[in-house]
T-cell receptor, first 110, second 117 residues
Framework: SQQGEEDPQALSIQEGENATMNCSYK?????LQWYRQNSGRGLVHLIL?????REKHSGRLRVTLDTSKKSSSLLITASRAADTASYFC??????????FGTGTRLQVTL | EAGVAQSPRYKIIEKRQSVAFWCNPI?????LYWYQQILGQGPKLLIQ????????DSQLPKDRFSAERLKGVDSTLKIQPAKLEDSAVYLC???????????????FGQGTRLTVV
């Protein structure tokens, strides 16, 4: 199925540290998106990387995509308590279908 | 711009009752999604509309769930009759029509938390 698998399932770090979460998938994709979900702001789009791109930055976020390995990573630098949330990678194919995995639960402690 | 609006925010019903959720997408967004999210899991796509046509409803339990998107704008999702396992958050999202074959970001509403007792 067109669903990414995030790894690790849970991650706990201290404020100021970097957080890295990975996504692996099995099918071909048009692009890959990362979303964040917390209780305050709900489910929010973070960044989209197209299949012909290898790296993309947005503020403290860096996303990489390796289509040969069918994997992506999301790096959050200098994490803050407000980054505590679940993070999902979402694969998109030709039909605009958005399929979510189980996510990585990130806990940032003070 | 206004976001995706959903109502109600919370609903408690008894099993075998019926319930309906409403979604107003962002103006001009052609694609509308309904997701079911059970506690501790990722959102599961129930149905996807492109304008007022159904693109994908392969995971919609059609014996009890139904959805419509009249005039390609607002949408309603109905459950009849509800079961205990339908307790979840129901999320609506919309996205603009991007370049054919590519996608743009989806914007999500705050969801409706359904509790079936």
């Amino acid at each position: 199925s067109q669903q990414g698998e995030e790894d690790p399932q849970a991650l706990s770090i201290q404020e100021g540290e970097n957080a890295t979460m990975n996504c692996s998938y099995k099918t071909s994709i048009n692009n890959l998106q990362w979303y964040r979900q917390n209780s305050g702001r709900g489910l929010v789009h973070l960044i989209l990387i197209r299949s012909n791109e290898r790296e993309k930055h947005s503020g403290r976020l860096r996303v990489t995509l390796d289509t040969s390995k069918k994997s992506s990573s999301l790096l959050i630098t200098a994490s803050r308590a407000a980054d505590t949330a679940s993070y999902f990678c979402v694969l998109t194919g030709t039909a605009s279908k958005l399929t979510f995995g189980t996510g990585t639960r990130l806990q940032v402690t003070l | 711009e206004a976001g995706v609006a959903q109502s109600p925010r919370y609903k408690i019903i008894e099993k075998r009752q019926s319930v309906a959720f409403w979604c107003n997408p962002i103006s001009g967004h052609a694609t509308l999604y309904w997701y079911q999210q059970i506690l501790g899991q990722g959102p599961k796509l129930l149905i996807q509309f492109q304008n007022n046509g159904v693109v994908d409803d392969s995971q919609l339990p059609k014996d009890r769930f139904s959805a419509e998107r009249l005039k390609g704008v607002d949408s309603t999702l109905k459950i009849q009759p509800a079961k205990l396992e339908d307790s979840a958050v129901y999320l609506c999202a919309s996205s603009a029509r991007g370049t054919p074959g590519l996608n743009t970001e989806a914007f999500f509403g705050q969801g409706t938390r359904l509790t079936v007792v």
